[in-house]
């Protein structure tokens, strides 16, 4: 959510957020992040407004 904050009008890939995060970049984690982007996006915190790009909802 911090990323999501600092940039609040760019939308960014779940492999982009990953890394801003500073966690492993292996296959396994990355669809971690994307699960959490997945459920944060579903409670309303972020908006999906492409396929695979999340943004915090304004």
Do not use: C, V, W
Not at 40 to 53: A, C, D, K, V
């Amino acid at each position: 959510m911090n990323a999501s904050n600092q940039h609040p009008d760019q939308a960014s890939r779940a492999r982009e957020l990953h890394e801003l995060l500073g966690t492993p970049t292996h296959e396994a984690s990355i669809n971690i992040t994307r699960s959490r982007l997945g459920r944060l996006t579903r409670q309303g915190f972020l908006t999906q407004p492409e396929r695979g790009h999340y943004q915090k909802r304004t």
